[in-house]
């Protein structure tokens, strides 16, 4: 039986992802031979590589590229401008992905948005994201070094053309979010699975999860009120987290955003996705630009101006002139 990715999550794991659009992404299958999540010793890259990170860039970009030793190139810049591909289901530090799929991780997102704010050869970064979302776990540092990295220079998240639950939370933290046509943004906020056996498995045997005596949170029990309790607790901390980010990246009022996000006068139906002009109307993001013309505006603004010939340049070219012509 094939094994996908979607069994290398694990339950009771707080996702922020929007499931119905990650669905082709965990379907696909553990690329052969790549047995045991270390994925030792492995060359390979991504499936399929259009340009750096497995996206297909502009042809006046991809000039010069980084990446870790093993990894896909994280980004690339060309005339002073850098660019990102965020994409896949983003997780803390799952290198065999980007090995295999050129997807982003948050500790490469750290480390790289942490070098391109110190970097002289970027006047400007792009987060081209198309991306569902991801774990919720280690987030926070991706996203702190984006803001970061803003409070120095322009940092533009491209959505190209999705950016659901956490790739929405990392783009919240750019100077401006700009949708390409059609593009789809939102799925604010915080979701897991979790499973209680109730009866004895296929081989006659029943299962029974225990903790010790001071740890009854460590296996909360979704079949008991407690354990949904803290099940609840812990998304709604997550969610929390969430809602700040997006509130500071998109200057919008903590009191204000549960309401602007609800599809309804219930504050509580969030969640939802929004398309270019409803994702602006609701602050979610700043204009909507097709990929070329955010491209062609950016590289306008970021590439090195002609040099003007220096004055003691000009009057020797004036004096050779007037020479030639005596």
């Not at 990894?71 to 660019?83: D, E, I, K, Q």
């Not at 803390?92 to 982003?104: C, K, L």
């Not at 500790?107 to 081209?128: F, K, N, R, W």
């Not at 950016?163 to 059609?182: D, K, N, R």
Request: glycine share 8%; charged share 15%.
């Amino acid at each position: 039986m094939t094994r996908t990715l979607a069994s290398l999550f694990g339950p009771l794991q707080p996702m922020a992802l929007a499931e119905d659009l990650a669905a082709p992404l965990l379907a696909l299958p553990i690329p052969e031979g790549a047995a045991g999540a270390a994925f030792p010793g492995s060359e390979a890259g991504p499936a399929e590589i259009l340009g750096p990170s497995g996206i297909a860039l502009p042809a006046a970009l991809g000039a010069s590229s980084a990446a870790g030793p093993s990894v896909p190139n994280r980004f690339t810049v060309s005339r002073g401008l850098a660019v990102v591909p965020v994409r896949g289901i983003l997780t803390p530090n799952m290198v065999q992905y980007e090995r295999w799929f050129g997807w982003a991780t948050y500790h490469g997102l750290a480390e790289t948005l942490t070098h391109l704010a110190a970097s002289e050869d970027a006047a400007a970064i792009v987060l081209e994201i198309d991306s569902p979302g991801g774990l919720v776990c280690g987030i926070e540092a991706a996203a702190e070094a984006i803001a970061a990295a803003a409070a120095v220079k322009p940092v533009h998240a491209l959505v190209s053309p999705l950016a659901a639950s956490a790739a929405y939370w990392l783009a919240s933290q750019a100077t401006e979010i700009v949708m390409t046509p059609g593009a789809v943004a939102g799925s604010i906020g915080v979701a897991l699975t979790a499973a209680a056996h109730v009866q004895p498995g296929a081989n006659g045997a029943q299962i029974f999860e225990m903790s010790s005596r001071h740890a009854r949170a460590k296996r909360p029990d979704a079949s008991t009120e407690a354990g949904r309790a803290e099940l609840q607790r812990s998304l709604d901390e997550a969610e929390a987290a969430f809602h700040a980010a997006v509130s500071a990246g998109r200057a919008i009022p903590a009191a204000e955003l549960a309401a602007r996000l609800s599809v309804t006068d219930d504050p509580q139906d969030g969640g939802a996705t929004f398309r270019g002009t409803e994702a602006i109307r609701r602050g979610l993001a700043d204009r909507t630009e097709t990929r070329a013309a955010f491209y062609a505006r950016l590289t306008a603004r970021t590439a090195p101006k002609p040099r003007s010939p220096s004055r003691a340049f000009a009057a020797r070219a004036a004096a050779a002139a007037a020479l030639a012509r005596s």
